[in-house]
C-alpha cells in the first residue's frame, strides 16, 4: 500500500485565491510527522511546513497551513492568497517513529493564473 | 538557500562510466539521506547516513553505493552507468535520525546525464 497518496496530479488556482492540495497517508504509528515541500521548476526542494502527529493544533507558516484530519488520514496544505510564484510542484512526505525513512508522494504540480 | 551543497550541479557520462556526487551537510546535521528523482520514478529514497554509519537503506541499486565521512560530507558513487540512471539526485540532511520531527533539508542537486 502506498504510505503517502496525492490524487491531484495537477491543480490550477487564480491568483490572489485559495487551494488545496490534498495528501493521504498511510501508518499504524502513533507517532509520526507530516511534511510538505515545494518544488519550482528550477528544481530545488523547499521545506514548507510540519505537523506532528500528535499536534493538536493545525500547524500554520505565512500563507501555509496544514489541515490535518488524523481519523482521516489526511493532511491537505492549504496556499492562502496564490501568488504567481506558488508554481511548482507540491510534495507531501511522511516519517514514522519507527525506521529512518521519508515517504513522499507523487507530487501534484500547481499552477497560478494571473 | 538550505544549507545543503551538494557538488557537481551537473554531469554528463557516457554509459559504463562511474560518477560520485557529493554532498555537505548543514552545519550541525548528522543525518544525510540520498534521493533519485526521474521522471517515471518521482522520488526515491535510495540511503541514509548518520554520522558516518548506515542507519536505513531504499531502492539503492547494487551498481551505487555511499559513505559518511568524519567531517559528515557523503558522497554517492554511481558505476556501470546505465541510460535509465539519468535523473536528478538530491541529499538532503537532518538533526537526528529516527526523531519525528527530523525535517529534512534539501540540497540544489545533481543532474547527471547518462548518454
Partial sequence: AQKITQTQPGMFVQEKEAVTLDCTYDTSDQ???????????????IFLIYQGSYDEQNATEGRYSLNF?????????????????????YFCAMRESTGNQFYFGTGTSLTVIP | DSGVTQTPKHLITATGQRVTLRCSPRSGDLSVYWYQQSLDQGLQFLIQ??????????????????????????????????????????????????????????GPGTRLTVL
Fill in chain 1, 31 to 45: 507517532s509520526y510527522g507530516l511534511f510538505w515541500y515545494k518544488q519550482p521548476s528550477s528544481g530545488e526542494m
Fill in chain 2, 49 to 106: 547516513y548518520y554520522n558516518g554509519e548506515e542507519r536505513a537503506k531504499g531502492n539503492i541499486l547494487e551498481r551505487f553505493s555511499a559513505q559518511q565521512f568524519p567531517d559528515l560530507h557523503s558522497e554517492l558513487n554511481l558505476s556501470s552507468l546505465e541510460l535509465g540512471d539519468s535523473a536528478l539526485y538530491f541529499c538532503a540532511s537532518s538533526v537526528a535520525a529516527g526523531h519525528q520531527r527530523g525535517t529534512q533539508y534539501f
Fill in chain 1, 69 to 89: 484530519q488524523k481519523a482521516r488520514k489526511s493532511a491537505n496544505l492549504v496556499i492562502s492568497a496564490s501568488q504567481l510564484g506558488d508554481s511548482a510542484m
